[in-house]
C-alpha cells in the first residue's frame, strides 16, 4: 500500500513541466474520416496551460480550434475521432479516461462554453433547471466540500450529497455572479425569455457553477453584437481574477485576444504556427501568416487610413493539403524548403515566443552556427 | 386562457355541426332507401319511411334530426330489434366501453414500446440495434392489421394455445393480451420511427451538446434533454391516433370476435341505417375534436415557447 501511494505522489512528477501546469496538450491529432476521406482537423499540437492562465487560439473558420477544445473535453462526434497524442490535466492523461470518468469530469475540472446562446440551452426547461442540474449531476456541494477540506476531521464525508434547495441557492448566487438582476425570478424562467447577452451570462454561470480549473470559451462573443460583446469580454475577465482559473479562449477575433489574454496560439489548418506571449505577437509577429492576420485587422490607434491588407488566396482544402508548409501556396516568403516539409515549431526570441516557419528555422540555424563561430573565435 | 378555451370550445361545435351536415346529406344523396330490399314492395318501402320519418323532404328530416341531437337523443336503428336507440347501443351496452379500454390499452402499449424504442435506435445510429429497429418498424408499418392479428392468433392460440381465441367481452386480463398486441403493433412501429427521426434531429442541436459539456450522464441526455424536445411530431400522431384507437379496430375486433364499437362504423353503412352512420360518425368527430384540444395542450406543456392564446384558434 505504501510503495502504491509514493507512486501516486510521484507519479505527476515524473510528468514534464509539471510545477503549475494544469493543461499539457503534446502532439494532439484528431481527423474526421469521411466518406470522401481523412480530413486532418488537428494535426500534431502541443501546448501548455498554466493555472490562472489565459490563453487564447485564433484561426480562422477550419483551422482546427474548435475540434481541438472538441478533443480535450471527448465531445468529439463520429466521424471525428482522437488519433494521437496526449493531454494531461492535472498530471491524468484524460484521452485515457472511460466513459464514466469523463463524464466526471467535464462540467466538473473543465467546463465549455459555446458560439451561439441562443441554441445552447435547452429551450424546453428552465434557466434554474439547467443550471441546477449541472451541480446535481457532480453531486457535488461546493461549500461543504470547501469546509471539509479544510477540517480533516470530516474528511470522511467529502462528498456529501447537495440537497435542491442548496443547489437553487447556489445557483442564484451564480446568476447574480454574472450580472444577472432579479436573480430568484430569472431562475423560472425559459431560455426564449433571456436576450442573447443574458442568455450567455447564464451559460457562464453554468459552466462555472462547479467551480471548474479549466473554461473553455469557444468564441463566445462570435453571435452577439459588438456591445454585449464587450460586456461579456469584462465579465469574463473578471471572472478569471475572482476565481483565479485558466481559460482557452477560441476566437477570431483578434482584439479579443488583445483584451483577454496571457499568451497566444495561432492556428492555421491544423497547425499552431505561431504561439508565445500576446505582446509578443502582436508586436513582434514572427510568422508571415500572424503579420497577414494582424495587417488585415483593421487598427482605431493608427492615424492614416490605410486599406487593409488581405491575406491572399483561399484557406487550405484539407481534404487535400498542400505538401510542405501549410500556408506555403499563401505566403508571400515561400521558399522551395516550404513547398516539402512543414517547419518544425521552434523557439523565436525566447520568453516561450515560437514559430513554425522555415524562415525561422534558417535564422536559428544562421545564430546557432555563428554562435558556433564565436565561442571557436 | 378562457377565452381561449370558449373559442375552442365554439369552433369545436361549429366543426361538429358541420361533420353533421356533410354526413347527413351524402348520406341521403345516394339513391334508394334503407328498407330497399330484393321481396320488398314499394308499399313496404314506403310504410317503413314514413315510420321512421323518412318521406319527408331531407332538410326537413335534417331539422328534426338536429332538434333530437341537441336533446341528447341520436334517434333509434333502422335495422336491428326494433326500437333500439343509438345513444344506447353507444353507451349504455357498453359497445364504446370495450372498445375504449382495448383502445386505451393499446395506446399505452404502443406509447411504451414505441418511444424508447425510437430514443434506443437514434441513439445508436448506424449500429446494428439501429438497423434491426429501422427494419422491424418498417416492417412493422407496412402490414396490414389484419396479418398482424392473424399472425397472433396463428403463434399464440394454434401453436402454443396460450390464449383462447376469442376474446369476447373482455372480461379478464388474458383476453386483452392478444388484441391489444394486434391493435398496438402499427402504432408502435410508427411512434418508434416518428421518435427516431425526431430525436436524430434534436441530438445534432447545440443544447445537447451543453449538456454533454456539462457532464451528464447519456441516459439523462436522452430521456430529459433530447426526448422531450423530439415529442411535438409523436404528439401531433397521438392526437387523431386516439380517436381512431378507442373508437375501435374494426378488424381487431372482428377477428378476435370483440363485441366492440368497430364493427358497427362498417355494417351501418352497409345497412344504410341511418342513425348509426350519424351516432358514430359525430361521435369519432367529437373525440377528434378533443383531442386535438388536448393535443395543443400537451404541447404547450412540452414545450413552453408554444403560447395558445396568441395567433388563430
Redesign the interface.
Given at each position: 500500500m505504501e510503495v502504491k501511494s509514493e507512486k501516486n505522489i510521484s507519479a505527476p512528477e515524473s510528468t514534464p513541466a509539471n510545477d503549475d501546469v494544469l493543461l499539457d496538450v503534446k502532439d494532439l491529432r484528431v481527423s474526421f474520416f469521411t466518406p470522401v476521406g481523412e480530413v486532418k482537423a488537428v494535426d500534431g499540437i502541443s501546448y501548455s496551460l498554466k493555472s490562472n492562465e489565459v490563453m487564447g487560439i485564433v484561426g480562422e473558420s477550419g483551422s482546427g480550434k474548435s475540434v481541438e477544445a472538441y478533443a480535450i473535453?471527448g465531445?468529439l462526434q463520429?466521424p471525428g475521432k482522437v488519433i494521437g497524442g496526449t493531454v494531461h490535466f492535472e498530471g491524468d492523461n484524460v484521452l485515457d479516461y472511460d466513459?464514466k470518468q469523463y463524464?466526471?469530469?467535464?462540467?466538473?475540472k473543465i467546463?465549455?462554453i459555446?458560439q451561439?446562446p441562443m441554441?445552447?440551452?435547452?429551450?424546453?426547461?428552465t434557466i434554474g433547471d439547467q443550471l441546477m442540474?449541472?451541480l446535481t449531476?457532480?453531486n457535488k456541494d461546493i461549500e461543504k466540500d470547501e469546509k471539509a477540506e479544510n477540517n480533516a476531521k470530516d474528511e470522511g464525508k467529502k462528498k456529501t450529497e447537495i440537497t435542491k434547495e442548496e443547489a437553487w441557492k447556489r445557483a442564484v448566487e451564480m446568476l447574480e455572479f454574472v450580472g444577472i438582476n432579479n436573480a430568484e425570478r430569472r431562475m423560472k424562467q425559459?431560455p426564449?425569455e433571456f436576450s442573447g447577452g443574458m442568455r450567455q451570462r447564464a451559460?457562464i454561470a453554468?459552466?462555472l457553477i462547479c467551480k471548474p480549473k479549466l473554461l473553455i470559451a469557444d468564441e463566445p462573443t462570435t453571435a452577439l453584437d459588438v456591445t454585449i460583446q464587450a460586456q461579456i469580454i469584462d465579465l469574463m475577465k473578471h471572472l478569471q481574477e475572482e476565481t483565479g482559473m485558466s481559460i482557452i479562449f477560441i476566437t477570431h477575433n483578434l482584439g479579443v485576444v488583445a483584451e483577454i489574454c496571457d499568451k497566444v496560439s495561432v492556428m492555421y489548418a491544423g497547425h499552431i504556427m505561431e504561439q508565445g506571449p500576446v505582446n509578443e505577437i502582436f508586436y513582434n509577429p514572427a510568422h508571415p501568416y500572424t503579420q497577414g492576420l494582424l495587417a488585415s485587422m483593421p487598427r482605431l490607434d493608427e492615424e492614416t487610413h490605410e486599406r487593409l491588407i488581405p491575406i491572399e488566396g483561399t484557406p487550405v482544402d484539407l481534404l487535400d493539403p498542400p505538401t510542405g508548409c501549410s500556408f506555403g501556396p499563401r505566403c508571400e516568403h515561400c521558399m522551395k524548403i516550404c513547398t516539402s516539409k512543414m517547419p518544425p515549431l521552434i523557439d523565436v526570441d525566447g520568453e516561450g515566443h515560437k514559430a513554425a516557419c522555415w524562415l525561422h528555422v534558417k535564422n536559428a540555424f544562421a545564430n546557432k552556427s555563428k554562435e558556433g563561430a564565436q565561442t571557436n573565435e | 386562457m378562457l377565452t381561449y378555451i370558449l373559442k375552442r370550445v365554439g369552433s369545436a361545435l361549429l366543426t361538429l355541426f358541420i361533420v353533421a351536415v356533410i354526413t347527413f346529406f351524402l348520406m341521403n344523396a345516394v339513391p334508394g332507401s334503407p328498407f330497399m330490399t330484393e321481396k320488398s314492395t314499394p308499399e313496404q318501402i314506403a310504410r317503413a319511411n314514413e315510420k321512421y320519418g323518412l318521406d319527408k323532404p331531407v332538410p326537413v328530416q335534417f331539422f328534426n334530426y338536429m332538434k333530437n341531437l341537441v336533446q341528447g337523443d341520436m334517434g333509434v336503428s333502422l335495422k336491428m330489434q326494433e326500437g333500439t336507440r343509438v345513444t344506447e347501443l353507444l353507451f349504455q351496452q357498453g359497445k364504446f366501453g370495450i372498445s375504449c379500454r382495448l383502445g386505451v390499452c393499446a395506446l399505452i402499449l404502443a406509447v411504451i414500446v414505441g418511444i424508447p424504442l425510437g430514443c434506443l435506435a437514434a441513439y445508436n445510429r448506424?449500429r446494428f440495434i439501429d438497423s434491426v429497429i429501422r427494419v422491424l418498424t418498417t416492417v412493422g408499418v407496412a402490414i396490414p392489421g389484419f396479418v398482424v392479428a392473424a399472425l397472433l392468433l396463428l403463434v399464440f392460440c394454434n401453436k402454443l394455445g396460450w390464449f383462447s381465441t376469442i376474446s369476447g367481452s373482455l372480461l379478464d386480463f388474458k383476453s386483452y393480451v392478444l388484441p391489444v398486441m394486434a391493435l398496438a403493433f402499427y402504432p408502435s412501429c410508427h411512434i418508434a420511427k416518428l421518435t427516431r427521426t425526431s430525436m436524430l434531429d434534436v441530438i445534432n442541436?447545440?443544447?445537447i451538446?451543453?449538456?454533454?459539456?456539462?457532464?451528464?450522464?447519456?441516459k439523462?441526455i436522452i430521456f430529459?434533454?433530447a426526448l422531450?424536445?423530439s415529442l411535438i411530431p409523436v404528439i401531433t400522431y397521438l392526437g387523431p391516433l386516439t380517436a381512431y384507437i378507442i373508437t375501435g379496430g374494426f378488424v381487431v375486433e372482428q377477428t378476435f370476435q370483440i363485441p366492440g364499437l368497430g364493427k358497427y362504423f362498417i355494417e351501418s353503412i352497409l345497412n344504410r341505417d341511418y342513425p348509426i352512420i350519424m351516432g358514430t360518425t359525430i361521435l369519432l368527430a367529437a373525440l377528434i375534436v378533443i383531442m386535438n384540444l388536448i393535443v395543443d395542450i400537451a404541447y404547450k406543456i412540452?414545450?413552453?415557447?408554444i403560447t395558445l392564446t396568441k395567433g388563430d384558434v
Open positions: 473535453m465531445l463520429s466513459k463524464t466526471a469530469f467535464r462540467g466538473n467546463s465549455m459555446f451561439n441554441t445552447c440551452l435547452n429551450p424546453v426547461y442540474e449541472a449531476c457532480h425559459y426564449h451559460m453554468m459552466a | 448506424g442541436q447545440d443544447y451538446r451543453t449538456a454533454r459539456a456539462k457532464g451528464l450522464h447519456t439523462r430529459k434533454h422531450r424536445n412540452v414545450d413552453p415557447r
